[in-house]
C-alpha cells in the first residue's frame, strides 16, 4: 500500500500533480494523467486520511455510543448507522457505556479528542436530565431513544410510555390483573416505560402493586433473577411485562424453569423483537420498535447537521407495533 509520495516518484513528477489528477482537476496532460492512475492502481494507493482531515479540518469518523451492543434493539441501529455513514464516505467509531455515567464521560472525551465530525448517542439517566453539558462538545449530537429537552439535540425516538401502556393493556384484555413489570435502571426510557405502564393499570383500575415492580440493570441476569423472586412471593403475578430484550430473555428462561404454564397459569410480554421470541413456544408477544429505522434517521439527521450545523433542530417520533402471539393466549 503505497501514499502520494511513491506514486509521485514511479511517474517522475510533482507530489502536486499527483494530487490534482486523483483530485479530478482539469489541465492536466492525458498522458500525466494515464500514468498517474496506472501506477495509483498498481501500487495499491491510499489516500492519507489523517492528513486531509487536517486540511479540510473535517473527520471522515462519526462516533455511535449506546448502552449496550449485545441488546439486539442497538444491533439493529448500528447496522444502520454504518450502513448510511459507509454510503456517504464516514466510518463509525462504536462505544458501549453500560449505562455508567463514568464510562460514557470517557468515551465521549474519546470522540472529542478524536476530532469526530458527529456523535449519534444513547445518553444514559444522568446525562439526559443534564443534557446542557452536552454543549461544551464541539461536534454535531444526535439522541437515539432517551429523550433529552426539546431544544437541545436533534433525536429520534418512539413513544415510550405509549408503547408501554399498550403493551399493558393488551395484557389486562386477557384478563390479567396481577401484573409484574420488570424496567431497566439508570435511563430515562425505562422510567418513561414505567409510567405508562402505570397509567394502563390506572386507566383499568387494577391496584398497582409495589412488590410486583422491578427497576434492575438491563442485563439477562437481572431478568432471570427478577422473575425468580417475583414467583417466589406468597402471592405471585399472574403476567409479567419487560421493558427490553437482554431483561426478556432472562424473564422467559426463568419462567420456563419454574414450570408454570404460559400463558394458561401466566402470561408474558416484552419490548424489543429478536429472532427467539418468533422461535419459542410458546412465542412471545413483542413491543416491536423500528429499530434499523431509528438507526437510518439518526444518520440522516446527523448528516444534515454536518452539512449544515445553523439548521433548525428537528424532534423525529416513530411509529411502533404490538406484534401479537401466543404467550398472552392469543390464538
Known amino acids: 500500500m503505497a501514499g502520494i509520495r ?9 507530489t502536486a500533480t499527483v494530487s490534482r489528477v486523483l483530485a479530478g482537476k482539469q489541465h492536466i496532460r492525458d498522458e500525466v494523467r494515464k500514468r498517474v492512475l496506472e501506477a495509483a492502481q498498481r501500487l495499491d494507493y491510499r489516500p ?10 473535517q473527520s471522515s469518523n462519526i462516533g455511535l ?25 464516514f466510518a463509525v467509531f462504536l462505544c458501549n457505556t453500560d449505562e ?15 476530532n469526530v465530525a458527529g456523535i449519534i448517542f444513547a445518553p444514559t439517566g444522568s446525562m439526559a436530565r443534564d443534557f446542557q453539558r452536552m454543549s461544551e462538545l464541539p461536534m ?9 429537552g426539546k431544544e437541545l439535540a436533534d433525536t429520534v ?25 420488570i424496567f431497566g435502571a439508570k435511563s430515562t426510557t425505562g422510567q418513561e416505560r414505567r409510567k405508562g405502564f402505570q397509567l394502563a393499570l390506572q386507566k383499568y383500575g387494577l391496584t398497582e402493586r409495589k412488590e410486583l415492580l422491578r427497576s434492575v440493570p438491563p442485563r439477562e441476569e437481572e431478568g432471570y433473577r427478577a422473575v425468580c423472586e417475583l414467583l417466589a412471593q406468597p402471592n405471585p403475578p399472574d403476567a ?8 426478556a430473555l432472562g424473564a422467559y428462561r426463568a419462567l420456563m424453569e419454574s414450570g408454570r ?36 434517521s439518526a444518520a440522516e439527521l446527523l448528516l444534515m447537521r454536518i452539512e449544515d450545523p445553523k439548521r433548525s433542530i428537528r424532534q423525529v417520533e416513530l411509529k411502533h407495533n404490538l406484534v401479537i402471539r401466543h404467550s398472552c393466549g392469543c390464538a
Open 6 to 14: 511513491e506514486v509521485a516518484e514511479q511517474c517522475g513528477v510533482s
Open 48 to 57: 492519507n486520511r489523517a492528513a486531509r482531515n487536517l486540511r479540510s479540518n
Open 65 to 89: 455510543v449506546v448502552s449496550d451492543i449485545q441488546n439486539s434493539f442497538f444491533t439493529s441501529i448500528c447496522r444502520a448507522v454504518e450502513d448510511a455513514a459507509l454510503k456517504a464516505g
Open 100 to 114: 455508567d455515567p463514568e464510562k460514557e464521560a470517557l468515551y465521549l472525551r474519546h470522540l472529542a479528542d478524536e
Open 140 to 148: 454535531p449530537l444526535v439522541v437515539i431513544d432517551r429523550t433529552v
Open 157 to 181: 425516538v418512539i413513544d415510550n410510555a405509549g408503547a408501554a401502556f399498550d403493551l399493558t393493556e393488551h395484557l389486562i384484555s386477557h384478563h390479567r390483573t396481577q401484573i409484574a413489570g
Open 240 to 247: 409479567v411485562l419487560t421493558s427490553n430484550g437482554l431483561l
Open 261 to 296: 404454564k404460559c400463558p394458561e397459569e401466566i402470561s408474558f410480554a416484552t419490548f424489543d423483537e429478536a429472532a427467539w421470541t418468533s422461535l419459542v413456544k410458546p412465542s412471545v408477544t413483542v413491543l416491536e420498535q423500528p429499530t434499523y429505522e431509528i438507526g437510518a
